[in-house]
């Protein structure tokens, strides 16, 4: 009984957690990404390895191909086949887009 509160306790912090990361980012500009990945994964270590990109947090999403998602220059809105994101650290030219949370 003790271990499913304590699994619904974590799964509702880790909620609350992605939650709130996407309530912090409403300021920043929408990306479509051509792949996002776990920082943690293997093709993703392997990426940000080859970039000589370090990372404190491996815990993250990491979104590469990475372009502006904008209605005002004539285009759509739209993310396709691409994945939209928003992200706390694009200044890597649209390469590697770091700590990604989906918009859905």
Same mark, same amino acid.
């Given at each position: 009984?003790?271990? *499913? *509160?304590?699994?619904?306790?974590? %799964?509702?912090a880790t909620l609350a957690a992605g939650a709130s990361r996407a309530i912090e980012r409403q300021d920043q500009s929408p990306? !479509? $990404?051509?792949?996002?990945?776990? %920082?943690? +994964? &293997?093709?993703?270590?392997?990426?940000? +390895?080859?970039?000589?990109?370090?990372?404190?947090?491996?815990?993250?999403?990491? /979104?590469?191909?990475? %372009?502006?998602?904008?209605? &005002?220059? /004539?285009?759509?809105?739209? !993310?396709?086949? /691409?994945?939209?994101?928003? $992200?706390?650290? %694009?200044?890597?030219?649209?390469?590697?887009?770091?700590? !990604?949370?989906?918009?859905?």
């Amino acid at each position: 009984m003790l271990c *499913k *509160k304590f699994v619904s306790v974590s %799964a509702l912090a880790t909620l609350a957690a992605g939650a709130s990361r996407a309530i912090e980012r409403q300021d920043q500009s929408p990306q !479509c $990404c051509q792949q996002v990945l776990r %920082a943690d +994964s &293997s093709d993703g270590q392997a990426i940000l +390895s080859l970039l000589n990109i370090v990372l404190q947090d491996f815990n993250v999403l990491v /979104g590469f191909g990475c %372009a502006p998602i904008s209605v &005002s220059d /004539g285009g759509s809105g739209t !993310c396709s086949p /691409g994945t939209p994101v928003v $992200c706390a650290d %694009a200044s890597h030219g649209g390469i590697v887009d770091l700590d !990604c949370v989906p918009i859905t």
